[in-house]
């Protein structure tokens, strides 16, 4: 008879790069102020992190948190359903639909929550899901928890989406989505032939901007972006990244919103997001709406590195935000990479399958409005020193070539 434990006890690759010293992770930071950490007794420039306007050490974001643990506690001890939503809660609601140009939205516990309570909710038996394959992974959740079908289609590929759609019933109620900003990729969807498409075949359109909020249109997400916020259904955002918190949001018409409230079992039936998260999304979101000069200092950054990394001569893919892919295509060879990465004082994310497709295991990389150019130097060394020495690109001169002219 089998065991239903074998499968744990025969799974060895994790112990296995444990055993070679390659082993990247669930490893502990013992400290970092955003853009400097300190990892295993070393001091690293960290470009590993979603914290693209550096807000997660601001004192006013900081404040706001503390102060929310002195009124609320620590948490709510229940759902928003019923006993755990606060005034705080309906404040972050109404600012996210003005920040994203949208009627109303609903925050949630988690990003992942959201887009698993708010796609489970909103299609049903009989509709249709369709999703770009490099979707996140809490949204094919959803479209697997929903009692409706799901289709996909090649990534960012228009002709694709157009022949899935066309194939599908003419009344059948129909749901595309497609990550704003992709975060691996770090490319953008192109929203207005998606959008185009999608009417034409009687499609709703939901835009997962976890990586584009704080970060796309001047920081109010893609469809922003685009001037296309009316034309696109749902906006999903999380806190995580530029919010400096824990935490999503859907956002919506005020008909659709109270649908998703009244029917998101991951919202119902999960206790609501403590109030020193939520104090601290509203703390961040006064700072986007007022001191533009951080998403700018983003970008100027990220063109930087950008810049950098393609004249040292590694592929950098079709990256055209913050979120720079440094694509090696070998699975060990990656693991090898961040290793001598963490080595010259660099800290990187290393991606492998299923992460990414076979053949595109790749070092993420993410740039801050935090990061000095001191910091962004420093890590174009370390990739020139790693790269020849593990022959990822070509010596070159000792000095590195001038970068982001």
């Given amino acids: 008879m089998a065991d239903l434990f074998d499968k744990a006890k025969s799974y060895t690759i994790a112990k296995d790069a444990m055993k070679m010293g390659i082993y990247p992770y669930f490893r502990a930071l013992s400290d970092t102020e955003g853009a400097v950490a300190w990892f295993e007794g070393r001091e690293v420039v960290m470009i590993g992190s979603n914290n693209y306007l550096g807000l997660t050490t ?28 606060l005034e705080l809660h309906l404040e972050l609601d109404r600012r996210l639909a003005r920040f994203v140009g949208k009627e109303a939205a609903l925050v949630f516990s988690t990003g992942y929550q959201t887009n698993v309570g708010t796609i489970s909710a909103i299609v049903g038996k009989g509709d249709y899901v369709i999703i770009d394959k490099d979707d996140h992974a809490s949204i094919v959740d959803g479209c697997t928890m929903c009692r409706g079908e799901m289709r996909r289609f090649k990534h960012n590929d228009i002709s694709s989406l157009e022949t899935v759609l066309a194939q599908l019933p003419a009344d059948a109620g129909k749901l595309v989505i497609v990550d704003g900003v992709y975060s691996m990729g770090g490319d953008i969807a192109p929203l207005p032939e998606i959008v185009d498409i999608c009417k ?38 999380t806190f995580s990244k530029s919010f400096a918190s824990i935490g999503g949001f859907i956002a919506g018409s005020a008909d659709v919103i109270h649908y998703i409230q009244h029917n998101a079992r991951a919202l119902i039936f999960s206790a609501a997001l403590p109030a020193p998260q939520a104090a601290a999304a509203l703390a961040a979101l006064d700072i986007m709406e ?56 660099v800290y990187t994310n290393p991606v492998v399958p299923p992460g990414v497709p076979p053949g595109q295991s790749l070092l993420r990389t993410s740039y801050m409005a935090t990061h000095k150019r001191e910091h962004l130097d420093r890590a174009l060394r370390a990739f020139k020193v790693v790269g020849e020495r593990l022959e990822f690109i070509q010596p070159q001169a000792e000095s590195l070539p001038a970068v982001g002219d």
């Avoid at 900081?62 to 939503?85: D, H, K, M, P, Q």
């Fill in 290 to 345: 007022t001191e533009p000069e951080h998403v700018e200092r983003m970008w100027e950054n990220a063109d930087y590195m950008r810049a950098g990394l393609r004249t040292l001569g590694y592929d950098t893919g079709g990256s055209n935000t913050p979120i720079i892919p440094v694509i090696l295509r070998d699975d060990l060879r990656t693991a090898i990479a961040w290793h001598a990465l963490i080595e010259e004082g």
């Fill in 58 to 85: 601001d004192p006013r974001v900081r404040e706001a948190a503390i102060e929310a643990v002195r009124r609320y506690g620590t948490s709510v001890t229940g759902s928003r359903f019923l006993n755990g939503t």
């Fill in 200 to 237: 034409r075949h009687g499609a709703r359109i939901m835009v997962d901007d976890a990586h584009g909020i704080g970060v796309t249109g001047g920081g109010r997400g893609t469809a922003h972006h685009f001037g296309l916020t009316d034309e696109v259904d749902l906006i999903m955002g």
